[in-house]
Nanobody, 115 residues
Framework: QVQLVESGGGLVQAGGSLRLSCAAS????????MGWYRQAPEKQRELVAV???????IYADFVKGRFTISRDNAKNTVYLQMNILKPEDTAVYYC?????????WGQGTQVTVSS
C-alpha cells in the first residue's frame, strides 16, 4: 500500500502561483510513477502532469509552460509548481501514484483562483 498526502492548496488571484506537495509513504520502493490530476465541479477528473520513474514527464496541453512537476526522492515527495494561474485552474487537485501493487490516490487539495 501507498499513502499519499497532499498540501499547498489555497486561494490565489489570477496570475499568481502555488506549489502543491504530495508526500508518499508505505511501499514507496515499488512506485513507478507519480502525478497530479484535477477535478473541477461537474467535470471529469483530468490529468495535469505525470512524472515517470525514469524522469520523463507528461503535461496536459492546458498547463504547458505554466506548471512544472518535480520530485524529491530523499523526501518521497512530488511537487507541482503552478504559475500564471487562471480562474479555469480552479479545481480539487489529486496526487496519484502507480506501483507494482496498483494505483493510489491522495485525498485532494482545493485550489481556487479568483479573477
Amino acid at each position: 500500500q501507498v499513502q499519499l498526502v497532499e498540501s499547498g492548496g489555497g486561494l490565489v488571484q489570477a496570475g499568481g502561483s502555488l506549489r502543491l506537495s504530495c508526500a508518499a509513504s508505505g511501499s514507496i520502493f515499488s512506485l513507478k510513477s507519480m502525478g497530479w490530476y484535477r477535478q473541477a465541479p461537474e467535470k471529469q477528473r483530468e490529468l495535469v502532469a505525470v512524472l515517470g520513474s525514469g524522469g520523463n514527464t507528461i503535461y496536459a496541453d492546458f498547463v504547458k509552460g505554466r506548471f512544472t512537476i518535480s520530485r524529491d526522492n530523499a523526501k518521497n515527495t512530488v511537487y507541482l509548481q503552478m504559475n500564471i494561474l487562471k480562474p479555469e485552474d480552479t479545481a480539487v487537485y489529486y496526487c496519484a501514484a502507480v506501483s507494482s501493487k496498483g494505483g493510489f490516490w491522495g485525498q485532494g487539495t482545493q485550489v481556487t483562483v479568483s479573477s
